[in-house]
């Protein structure tokens, strides 16, 4: 298989991308849904609002990124544009997951 077919193939099966976002805690029961949105979400912003270090405790802030390009160098092919600079920025992103084990989001 040749290098082009390869690379599409690997962006685009067995779902194109290369980035997911799963939920770190259960969300299975209604109870759980009253946990992690409304109304228990209320609480840990309570504590945020009063101690904003505390979003450190209660969120992933500590352990996430936003990888960003507005696409006008893109790994030596030029102005590409941001769209189309997008499997770059998903790369870079599975780059800090593997070996880093930071979230990011693109």
């Known amino acids: ?3 082009k077919k390869a690379a599409l193939d690997y962006h685009l099966f067995p779902k194109p991308g290369k980035l997911s976002v799963e ?3 259960p969300c299975l029961t209604q109870q759980d849904l009253s ?3 409304t109304p228990g979400v ?3 912003v309570k504590e945020i609002h009063k101690d904003p270090s505390n979003a450190y405790k209660y969120t992933n802030k500590g352990n996430l990124i ?3 390009t507005n696409g006008t160098a893109v790994l ?3 102005n590409m544009g941001a769209l189309a600079s997008k499997p770059v920025m998903e790369g870079k992103a599975v780059l800090f997951k593997r070996f880093a084990d ?5």
Request: proline letters at 4%; aromatic letters at 8%; a negative charge.
């Open 1 to 3: 298989m040749d290098l």
């Open 102 to 106: 930071i979230d990011v989001f693109d």
């Open 66 to 68: 936003a990888v960003i």
């Open 23 to 25: 939920s770190s805690k």
């Open 76 to 78: 030596g092919l030029g």
């Open 42 to 44: 209320a609480e840990p």
């Open 35 to 37: 946990l992690a949105y």
